[in-house]
């Protein structure tokens, strides 16, 4: 089955950097785009970042464009979330996501558990 | 931007059937897909409607989504509420490159 494990959360100062991970297991990794979403503590889902089952394409959202870098490694079936000049506004839970599809993203489908990052002095 | 816009939270009686409406901000809402997600307290969401209105397996029946484009909105409807659907609902859609969320809704089965 389709598991998605998130790795490198934890206490950062404002504008440090930190590199979140996602492991994923259960399926062809190679085949299928992946998502970043972020939920602040008490608040709703963001969509941070998203990258193409071949790494060609990624869209960032507006709020941590030229701060966030999404890639992959195919090889370690593993996404990556570099998030450098950290803010406290980017405190949040960092959920990995599946397309449900194989190809091109299309359809959020599958959730990891989340790993929490904290920015804070 | 495109938004997606949910109400704050409902409320209904178990048993009942309750919908919650998710309206696009600008052009049409049945132009992309869909999404619903529910995440119970504590917990990741996961995913209980797909493409407008598919059920992934597991899903119980109760739950349905469909697209009214006169609206431009999506709704997620449950029927046969039960307390184990106490959650926050979440909808989801895309527009030029843009992954977008609604804000939640809070549903409680009282």
């Known amino acids: 089955q389709v598991q998605l494990v998130e790795s490198g959360g934890g206490v950062v100062q404002p504008g440090r950097s930190l590199r979140l991970s996602c492991t994923a297991s259960g399926f062809i990794f190679s085949t299928y785009s992946f998502y970043w979403v972020r939920q602040p503590p008490g608040k709703g889902l963001e969509g941070v970042a998203v990258i193409s089952f071949d790494g060609s394409n990624k869209y960032n959202a507006d709020s941590v464009k030229g701060r966030f870098t999404i890639s992959r490694d195919n090889s370690k079936n593993t996404v990556f979330l570099q998030m450098n000049s950290l803010r406290p506004e980017d405190t949040a839970v960092y959920y990995c996501v599946r397309d449900l599809w194989g190809g091109d993203p299309s359809c959020p489908f599958h959730w990891g558990q989340g790993t929490l990052v904290t920015v804070s002095s | 931007n495109f938004m997606l816009t949910q109400p704050h939270s409902v409320s209904e009686s178990p048993g009942k059937t309750v919908t919650i409406s998710c309206t696009g901000s600008s052009g049409s809402i049945a132009s992309n897909y869909v999404q619903w997600y529910q995440q119970r307290p504590g917990s990741a969401p996961t995913t209980v409607i797909f493409?407008?209105?598919?059920?992934p397996s597991g899903v119980s029946d109760r739950f349905s989504g469909s697209i009214d484009s006169s609206s431009n909105s999506a709704s997620l409807t449950i029927s046969g509420l039960k307390t184990e659907d106490e959650a926050d609902y979440y909808c989801?859609?895309?527009?030029?490159?843009?992954?977008?969320f609604g804000g939640g809704t809070k549903l409680t089965v009282l």
């Open positions: 989801q859609s895309y527009d030029s490159s843009n992954w977008v």
């Open positions: 493409e407008n209105n598919q059920r």
